[in-house]
């Protein structure tokens, strides 16, 4: 069946089973297009607290739904592929945080909302990549704050707060890649162009550091969302963009006189890019797979991605 008469079918079954399809900026084009909403992680956590919709359909990585599920206990949550896994959600088990908790008494945890819901049970406050700084500054100065599973997120936190944090070794293998490669060369064939840049790059710290000391360099971090309302909003004709490259489609989509550069274009997390059309027609026919987290590891879970969406 071609992508169209898909498109269609997905569309009446939408309709039918009043289902509302979230899909995350790094999906493929076709499903960002038939999403009713893209965005970034706290975007689509605050679309599914809020949704009326009876089949929360969630189009990115099980992190995404298993979140989905516990802000909305009510709802059904399905994914189209529940292989969609993610290498930093996976870098730190419960296990390893609990120990880690038990070597530093008294400090507050934070987990970026990539990480699994028993790990969320552990942590204190959830923070996302689009308000990381405004959680870290919520926190009581005095206290010490284990931040986990990404290294680089909370390198950067550390450099925009000025608060030391204690980080897990933790990162994500596609934005890790992105940090190898030497963005100066890429700049050199493209002197005009602004580089955007996501916090879990492997460069995001240094290029920051870069930034304070030599404000040419003009580096700007943000979320997934941040990136795009960014390109829109700024008077640039060109753009690098380092991230996964699932953003471009957007980026190109919003902005058609401007031009975007990913900073490199092997930066495809193969993840994100399990769900096809096929796979989310069936998922939302056969309201398959349900991501549903047991009740009382949801209660717990709950506690600190609430505490993060009341702070933004
Ligand atoms: P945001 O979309 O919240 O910026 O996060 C991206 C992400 O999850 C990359 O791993």
């Known amino acids: ?12 079954l939408k309709r039918q089973k009043r289902a509302v399809v979230l899909a995350h900026n790094y999906q493929l084009p076709e499903i960002q297009d038939i999403a009713d909403y893209v965005g970034d992680s706290l975007g689509l956590s605050q679309i599914a607290a809020k949704t ?12 995404m739904a298993e979140t989905a599920s516990i802000i ?3 709802k059904k949550v399905i994914i189209p592929d529940d292989q969609a896994g993610c290498s ?6 419960v296990e390893q945080l609990k120990e880690w908790k038990n070597a530093h008494p008294g400090a507050v945890v ?5 990480s699994t819901a028993e790990v969320k049970a552990e942590t204190d406050y959830c923070c ?8 870290i500054q919520a926190i009581p100065e005095e206290k010490e704050i284990l931040f986990a599973p990404d290294m680089y997120l909370g390198a950067y936190v550390q450099v925009v707060t000025g608060r030391k944090l204690t980080l897990w070794n933790g990162c994500c293998h596609i934005h890790e890649k992105i940090g190898e490669v030497e963005i100066s060369d890429i700049r050199a064939k493209h002197p005009d162009a602004e580089v955007v840049i996501h916090p879990e790059c492997g460069c995001s710290t240094t290029c920051m550091l870069d930034s304070t000391q030599n404000p040419d360099c003009n580096y700007k971090i943000f979320s997934t969302e941040g990136m795009l309302n960014y390109v829109t909003e700024s008077p ?5 963009i380092a991230t996964e490259v699932g953003i471009l489609h957007r980026m190109k989509q919003n902005n058609p006189g401007k031009d975007f550069y990913p900073v ?12 096809s059309l096929e796979k989310l027609r069936n998922a939302i026919r056969d309201e398959q797979v349900e991501v549903k987290v047991p009740v009382a590891l949801a209660e717990r879970a709950r506690i600190p991605i609430e505490r993060m969406l009341s702070i933004v």
């Open 128 to 135: 996302t990549s689009s308000n990381a700084v405004k959680v």
């Open 110 to 114: 934070v987990t970026y909302v990539n």
């Open 264 to 275: 490199y274009k092997e930066a495809v997390c193969e993840y994100m890019k399990l769900v």
């Open 88 to 93: 930093l959600a996976e870098s730190i088990t």
């Open 1 to 12: 069946m071609d992508n169209q008469s898909l498109s269609t079918e997905i569309e009446e």
């Open 236 to 240: 640039a004709k060109e753009f690098l």
């Open 52 to 63: 009326d919709a009876e089949l929360i359909v969630f189009c990115g990585v099980n992190f």
């Open 72 to 74: 909305s206990p009510d």
